[in-house]
């Protein structure tokens, strides 16, 4: 289905943004918010594909789009990246109280806080030689294309709040999470796909809840929202014409309803219908490119194999190749979570099962891009929302309870120096204490790759210019960067 | 009115009397300039938050924010002098070439335009004239203006709306006509679309007092309360589960209807606030009064193990603070958590003064008791019963089991200290009378617990307000939790607006709270009017007066006019806020009934239609996109009140929700064709059909929906299993119903849909679809079939399955017009 030429034209002439002499972010949403609120009256109309804020990117893009890997519960550094021989020694140990009085702990609240050792081997990895643990064999063979920050630190301790800070710079509800942003900045490639998608797999321990406000737009027009693609059933929700209805009809009914809606509008003169013409028009699009998309069976046997999908299982392995295919069709921001990461207890147990599900997809999806030549443009970034204490904790077996002052995570591809480690924490993997890099450390440096200055990223609301990276400053962490 | 209890009231009125000169939305080169309209809301953009009300982020010891700052001697010179810019610092800053002396500075990202800079010179070249900020200013009468059409206005609303346009140059829109009248009153006033009769009544009704008879009619329907709760919920943030980690269920659907039911009843609005914030500690609080004290217990909480109790105290009393801010102040006092207001005058001590009113409400029992179950245990919660009989009979019989349980217990043998775990007493031998009369206890027991669970199925509980010893509250070191060495702070309201009652030593109650909001002597109740006033206005033109309905700081925008607003929020406060007399003034009101179709001048001259020369046409809140749907279709059950509804949702959408994990079972009777405001409201996933039409998730305040216009919504109305059971159930009315012609089941079908009959070309366009859409189904039977089963409505099997399934085809498209879901 097409719609007509003229209005074709016409909605594409317009920028999306209108014609107000726009400088920044905060003025273009000031109007474009009021717009979307206020009863839309002006004479602007939304394209199907929108083209991002005028003047960004502020300077030219390494990365031109992010596939951000959630380990979702909080993976262990201590049994990933961060080997610590001095912690092995104390195991058993009390901790010291030096390190643990006055901060916030989760669960082993009141409770007796004793070292637990690394549970794992580590070996050294690539040419300059990374730590790397037993449980992650696939990704040593990337060693040399991965960035480890062995420094993060974050602000909030349970996981729902963490999650939330990770994603949108605060704990506070109601923020764009950093798919939205970078979409509302940059603007989409893809006409036929929404530029911010979430893909979801389980597996390990009792997973954690995951909030859609995780991919909420927050205060940001709802067009930036992250669409989560499903494995089984309607791969967006209502995306399939509804049973008894072919794909043929449904572009008849389309057509109908786009052209009782043009004539209507020839006496009522209203943008909003043009604007919904637009939307008809991407809907109808999505019901073919979407379940095209989530369809794998096609992929060859070989590349199936090396993921280690199989087509509809909705496993990690299945969302990495799927995020690739994101990546090829022009989709902005492309966001996994797997849950299991939550070992308070049966720690070694657990790793084994989600390092088995997602050690090797992660390999093959680096491996994969770099073939292609996208490695070089896509930003991939591996990490949970925090860490995992120095301290025992036996819930059902050996574990570790939520930390938050020390933890890894790794970044990969577009613009990042592959083969280093930054950054390390103290000698119990306590307290990040060299080049720390706080979460928005890491959303500055994410946005700087992208071609955009953080600092220079901001949308009024509630009175505030409220950016991504917050109100504390904020830094762009040159060392790693290619 | 103690707003100003330093004697600031007669500066204020001088103010509201210098705006009465200015009507341009800004000034022109040749305007007198306006403090309040063109120069504060340029010194808060760019200047106040190095140079504003935080005392500890403030540079170079310059504070712009008020006169006696601005104009300090800072050492030989001064930011301002007034009348004289040569010799005013900030003129010489804000038009220098040197980047190293220019402000705001270069790396703030802030730059003026020239036209900024003019009228900051301009207004220190007049006198640096300033005023207090306009929210804070109480409102005063002011006399309707003279206009030069005397017919058109209607009443005094008119004479503002039309005296304001008439100074812009511009005329007022014609009367719509009485088809888009009656659908707008009737969307507006109950969420639901006029049926076809009524609209023929209205129609035909050329008597003068029709229009009113309409009016009264609505506002008497019990709908009118259901509409009303539909934004009320959004501010309060309503809803169904506790919002974070497991986001379970919880008690509270009994406050929804007590919403409604004030509205229907026309509550005073002071009593409505009263009885939401203090209803426990009225004297001999009834039942509705307990109920609606579930107010203060609406914010999201946390059940994660290894929650840390401080922790989240400090998140709830934040939250509370936020929100009672921001639903009667209009005010984000929510900023000053951490430092004092960057804008507005809030102190960190005004934040935690004020949320020092909740510190008594008990709500600690879910840091105790179990996490994790389904519903959350979030007591305290009463039982509600829809009659008082059954309410003192579950408390007969709750009574009874715990006294048969007593009497069971005394008199089975005491379990040994040392007893092994699976230890049981001994039985007592047959025959022995302990042993017949402990019989006699288990089954008098079983039959009591039967008949007490039998009564908690027909009552619902819900979560009220009790008050409990006020936990301290201390100022909290940049909002950090751990450390508790900040000041101690007693209830207070914000400083600068004045305080609460005299100097004695009893502590402030949240009922104190309550009255200060909305008395006009002894507290902000003129701020208060003007808020929901403003609100009023947004709900009834789609637009505020002052444009930020939930910032009237210095943020937000000033009102457009604001003596037509200060008149709305006097008018509501003495009619003893009477909200459906406020609403009928201003639906009886000639701006109201305009046209909503505009000429491009005039579009373009006023985009958000803030003079109010037309009237505003946007798409339908979610609900009413699906109530409006379910009403076309005749399945709409219009049962007012009671518990949350579960209409179809994709299957899995709730497999990311854990502690316990949750299937989601649609309701299979009578529920599943309710209104939209009782579906069952999931914070972390919303329907996706509500969300899909910008409803909220309500995890925070929101006084104002976006209205937007995505794919996703578009998908949404085409395929969601409700509107095409909708569709399917409004083919079986147009084949029945409407008459045995394609051309008079289309004029029904529209009359239905969008109370008008097609055109030519509209039934012309149906008619081509109709026929390929037979044609198709009627070759393949089994697509047929499939389409006109769907959803739980009965299939009927009197009727030809193709042609229901064209028709079905033929509904769906109108249920997808643009026409269909607006509001015009």
Redesign the interface.
Known sequence: MTIPNELAARLMRRAFLGQAGV??G?IALGSM??R????????EA?TAKYEGLRGFPHHAPKAKRVIFLSMSGGPSHLETFDYKPTLEKMSGEPMPASYTE?Q????L?GKELRCQGPMTKFGRYGENGQYISDFLPWTAKIADDICIVRSMVTEQ?????ANTFMNTGTA???RPSMGSWINYGLGSESENL?GFVVL?STGGR????????QW?AGFL???FQG?EF?A???P???????????LD??R???S??Q???A???E????P??D??TA??E??FR??SSVPELMDISEEPAETLDMYGAKPGDGSFASNCLLARRLAERGVRFIHLYH?GWDHHGGLVRYMGVCCKLTDQPVWALITDLKQRGMLDDTLVVWGGEFGRTPMYQGKGGVGR??HIKGFSMWLAGGGVQGGITHGATDELGYNSVDKIVHVRDLHATMLHLLGIDH??F?V?F????SKLTGVEEAHVVKEILA | MVLFPRGRVAIAFAVILGLTSHVLPEAGASDAIDFNRDIRPILSENCFYCHGPDANHREADLRLDQFAGATADLGGYQAIVPGDPAKSELVARIMTDDDDLLMPPVDSGKKLTKRQVDLLRRWVADGAKWSEPWAYVTPKRHPSPRTRDSRWPRNWVDRFVLGRLEKEGLSPSPEADRVTLIRRLTFDLTGLPPKPEEVDDFVNDRDPGAYERLVDRLLASPHFGERMAIYWLDLVRFADTVGYHGDQDHAITPYRDYVIEAFNANMPFDQFTREQLAGDLLPNPTLAQRVATGYNRLLQTTHEGGLQPKEYRAIYAADRVRNVSGVWLGATVGCAQCHDHKYDPYTMKDFYALSAFFADVNDEAHFRNGTNTLPARRDPEIWVFEDDENRAKLQHWEGKVKSLEAEFKRLTPPKPKNAPKNWKPEPLPAGSPTRAKLETIKGKLKTAKRVRDDLMKIGRRTMVTVATEPRTTRILPRGNWLDETGEVVLPAVPEFMGKIGDDSSSRASRLDLAYWLMSPEEGVGGLTARVFANRFWYLFFGTGIAKVLDDFGGQGEPPVQPELLDNLAIEFLESGWDVKRLVKLLVMSQAYRQGSVAPESLRSKDPYNQLVGRQSRYRLPAEMVRDNALAISGLLVDQVGGSSAKPYQPAGYYRHLNFPTRTYSHHSDQRQWRRGLYIHWQRQFLHPMLKAFDAPSREECTAQRPRSNTPVAALTLLNDPTFVEASRAFAERIVREGGSTPESRLDFAFRHAVSRSPDEYEAATLTRLLETSRKLYQDEPKDAAELVATGLTPVPNDLDQADLAAWTMVARAILNLSETITRN
Do not use: C, W
């Open positions: 400088g920044f905060s918010l009021a979307d609120l206020a009863a839309k009256e002006s004479s939304i006055g916030p702990i989760a669960q609240q301790i349970n996981h729902d709040p506070i509800s109601g929404p979801t009792n997973p954690q809840p995951i909030a859609s406000r909420s027009p709802s067009r669409v499903n089984t059933g309607d967006v929700h209502y995306v399939r014409p509804p049973k008894g209805v072919t009809q449904q008849q009914l389309v109908a309803i052209q009782l809606n004539h209507r509008n006496l009522v003169r209203n909003e219908i604007t919904r939307a008809y991407m809907a999505m019901q849950r309870d939520h600092s220079r901001h009024k509630q009175g505030l210019d």
